[in-house]
């Protein structure tokens, strides 16, 4: 089931443009967390709010939650040419005293040189 | 270097040939995971283990078994794989926070990439 889906799924900026990817989601969340995928190669994570949370910053990330709204979004600033490769949101919802954490579909970011 | 490590990396295999991909992680993570990757699809979770000898489906365990005898290790085990898991595999591992939430962050390994004939 999709839980998170990001916005947009395709975006291409030129270096030292700031990047900025949305993920709504449908139900009630513990936390959100983004992670980044290089070409074909395993995620990483980059950063987690908890649902209590509004905002959080990690060196040139900036990640936003509304849970009024049911999104997030992830700024990228200052964008390099490394930091091309796909964003995913994944949410972490509690069932039945079982987390669970789904992933949406990504955004694929291009950095332009 | 805490990491997790997943091999084959790439596996070319036919219908019905059994087939195991290790994974093993080096961080005394209790609680770990595999998924696959397809476009359009996301990630999806095959099987999942809370610690040793514990484990439960994930979304999509069909055509899958996995065991954990091991705390680090975390095979996922295909007997008779057919076309439609040809996929990118992902094993994944975390520790287990306050109150028992297992999805901290999510340690990945660098995948594996499996083709059936």
């Known amino acids: 089931s999709q839980q998170g889906e990001e916005d947009p799924q395709a975006l291409s900026i030129q270096e030292g443009e700031n990047a900025t990817m949305n993920c709504s989601y449908k139900?009630?969340?513990?936390?959100l967390q983004w992670y980044r995928q290089n070409s074909g190669r395993g995620l990483v994570h980059l950063i987690l709010?908890?649902?209590?949370?509004r905002e959080k910053h990690s060196g040139r990330l900036r990640v936003t939650l509304d849970t009024s709204k049911k999104s997030s979004s992830l700024l990228i600033t200052a964008s390099r040419a490394a930091d091309t490769a796909s964003y995913f949101c994944?949410?972490?919802?509690?069932?039945?005293?079982?987390?669970?954490?789904?992933f949406g579909t990504g955004t694929r970011l291009q950095v332009f040189p | 270097e805490a990491q997790v490590t997943q091999n084959p990396r790439y596996l070319i295999t036919v219908t019905g040939k059994k087939l195991t991909v290790t994974c093993s992680q080096n961080?005394?993570?209790?609680?770990m995971s595999w998924y696959r990757q397809d476009p359009g699809l996301g990630l999806r979770q095959i099987y999942y283990?809370?610690?040793?000898?514990?484990?439960d489906k994930g979304d999509v365990p069909e055509g899958y078994k996995v065991s954990r005898k091991e705390k680090r290790n975390f095979p996922l085990i295909l007997e008779s794989p057919s076309p439609n898991q040809t996929s990118l595999y992902f094993c994944?591992?975390?520790?287990?926070?306050?109150?028992?939430?297992?999805?901290?962050?999510?340690?990945f390994g660098p995948g594996t990439r499996l083709t059936v004939l």
């Open positions: 994944a591992s975390s520790r287990v926070g306050a109150g028992g939430s297992v999805y901290n962050e999510q340690f």
């Open positions: 139900t009630s969340i513990n936390n």
């Open positions: 709010i908890r649902s209590n949370e």
């Open positions: 994944a949410t972490v919802t509690r069932s039945y005293n079982t987390d669970k954490l789904i």
């Open positions: 961080m005394n993570h209790e609680y």
């Open positions: 283990s809370m610690n040793v000898e514990v484990t």
